[in-house]
T-cell receptor, first 115, second 110 residues
Framework: GAVVSQHPSRVICKSGTSVKIECRSL??????MFWYRQFPKQSLMLMATSNEGSKATYEQGVEKDKFLINHASLTLSTLTVTSAHPEDSSFYIC???????????FGPGTRLTVT | SQQGEEDPQALSIQEGENATMNCSYK?????LQWYRQNSGRGLVHLILIRSNEREKHSGRLRVTLDTSKKSSSLLITASRAADTASYFC??????????FGRGTSLIVHP
């Protein structure tokens, strides 16, 4: 149990375009989902926390107009990178926490490359 | 800012040996979690230990927590080449948002 999927696993896009990444909890309902960004050989940096049906809470330094997060249901959250630039190239990972649970379960990550 | 800091940053051992990784943190916590990440992949949840617990086991994994020293350790016994990965600790200070350290890169040589 507690499986989280992400789609796509890899995406290459051109500068200026937008990319949407989906995060789904497959076998549990996730009241809260988290989006992280990870650079090579670095730790995970929390970008934002999203609760179903409400606006996401962004960490300091993360542009909310650039990284649009939607948590439309208890099993789906999306991250849209708008007007992507090469510096947005990174590994984006989502995680989900189930109702009444402390553990977070992570998706497999999405490798974004902006050319 | 990062709460947990793993030590060592890198560890290289032979198959069959035990691997010990440490995590130190700065403020009081509700729980501490250990995760494994294979290169280019997502994180796999290993163990959650609560602040009122001192030790937990899961298969070949043993986690200890010393809240007086604000530290935790992850012991992998009888390591295998498949244990090669990065290991992260993450602390929850009550906000239910784990804060990750930089991780320990473990290489197990066959």
């Amino acid at each position: 149990g507690a499986v989280v999927s992400q789609h796509p696993s890899r995406v290459i896009c051109k500068s200026g375009t937008s990319v949407k990444i989906e995060c789904r909890s497959l076998d549990f309902q996730a009241t809260t989902m988290f989006w992280y960004r990870q650079f090579p050989k670095q730790s995970l940096m929390l970008m934002a926390t999203s609760n179903e049906g409400s606006k996401a809470t962004y960490e300091q330094g993360v542009e909310k107009d650039k990284f649009l997060i939607n948590h439309a249901s208890l099993t789906l959250s999306t991250l849209t990178v708008t007007s992507a630039h090469p510096e947005d190239s990174s590994f984006y990972i989502c995680s989900a926490r189930g109702v009444g649970r402390d553990e977070q379960y992570f998706g497999p990550g999405t490798r974004l490359t902006v050319t | 800012s990062q709460q947990g800091e793993e030590d060592p940053q890198a560890l290289s051992i032979q198959e069959g040996e035990n691997a010990t990784m440490n995590c130190s943190y700065k403020t009081s916590i509700n729980n501490l979690q250990w995760y494994r990440q294979n290169s280019g992949r997502g994180l796999v949840h290993l163990i959650l230990i609560r602040s009122n617990e001192r030790e937990k086991h899961s298969g070949r994994l043993r986690v200890t927590l010393d809240t007086s020293k604000k530290s935790s350790s992850l012991l992998i016994t009888a390591s295998r080449a498949a244990d090669t990965a990065s290991y992260f600790c993450a602390t929850d200070q009550g906000s239910y948002i784990p804060t990750f350290g930089r991780g320990t890169s473990l290489i197990v040589h066959p």
